[in-house]
């Protein structure tokens, strides 16, 4: 049944992204979200999330479901999926390749299987809980970064509506520490970029479906994912922060954050 679970998410995954490509460098619509500027949907993120959850529910009628655009599908069962089907929507409409289909999968509320594709530069992350972390056939590792003024950081800065906020609990206390700081509009890209050995860590705050299919690759491929005192995120909440890095200089990060 497992194989089953990567089988379905990595199929997901790449249906969803051919589909988005599709849309890729042309003129789309723009829907505000709560009538923000800053927070978008596409009718790419609408069709990805149809393809990802008609390919749940057709494989496992009875998990429980959590997507971006309509929310939650409560079914009879201690594993849920949750969907980010178009993470970096702005990157996207501006025709910027830096956007990706994320799919997570957690068992009993923690972390057991992640998908990432980075639909324009047909990379597809998978990882399973106790199997490693791979990018399309290969496995990847964090890298070996020992001080965080060596290190190499993305950064999420979000809607408008918090960036204040975000600005002070972790850009601030951070940016002028590390090596070079990036700003990429997409929390499953910085996520991606940590797990190959890219970056060194990222920090962000937001929604379980930022987060969920791009925590236990970055586990799997040898770093550490916390909350931004230490602790084990709590996948319960709707909107929480993480710190993601290659595990060497977690420890560094969580102090420049007090």
């Known amino acids: 049944m497992n194989d ?27 829907i505000l979200k709560k009538g923000d500027s800053s927070n978008l949907v596409t ?10 959850v008609r390919l749940i529910k057709k494989n496992f009628p009875d998990h429980n479901i959590i997507a971006e655009e309509k929310g939650k599908t409560k079914g009879d069962s201690n594993f849920t999926w949750i969907i ?21 999968l957690l068992k009993d509320n923690k972390p057991f299987l992640g998908v990432i594709n980075w639909v324009a530069r047909q990379e597809l992350y ?13 496995k990847i590792l964090v890298r070996k970064t020992k001080k965080i003024e060596d290190g190499v950081f993305g950064f999420s800065v979000g809607t408008t509506a918090r960036r204040e906020e975000k600005l002070k609990a972790y850009i ?19 996520l991606s970029l940590i797990s190959k050995g890219a970056l060194d860590a990222a920090i ?10 791009g925590v236990i690759i970055v586990s799997e491929a040898g770093g550490k994912v916390t909350d931004l005192e230490g602790d084990e995120p709590d996948w319960t909440q709707e ?20």
């Open 126 to 138: 998978w990882a399973q809980k106790g199997k490693g972390a791979y990018l399309n056939n290969q």
């Open 4 to 30: 089953k679970f990567l089988k379905v998410a990595k199929q997901a995954a790449l249906e969803a992204g051919d589909f988005i490509f599709n849309f890729f460098g042309k003129n789309i619509e723009l």
């Open 43 to 52: 009718k790419a993120d609408l069709g990805s999330e149809e393809i990802i």
């Open 84 to 104: 980010d089907p178009l993470d970096g929507t702005t990157s996207f409409a501006s025709g910027i390749p830096n956007f990706a289909v994320s799919i997570g």
């Open 239 to 258: 909107r929480f922060s993480i710190v993601a890095s290659n595990g060497l200089i977690h420890d560094q990060i969580l102090e420049a954050l007090k």
């Open 172 to 190: 601030l206390p951070l940016f002028s520490k590390v090596r070079y700081p990036y700003i990429l509009g997409s929390v499953a890209v910085d």
């Open 204 to 213: 962000g705050q937001g929604y379980a479906w930022d987060f969920a299919g």
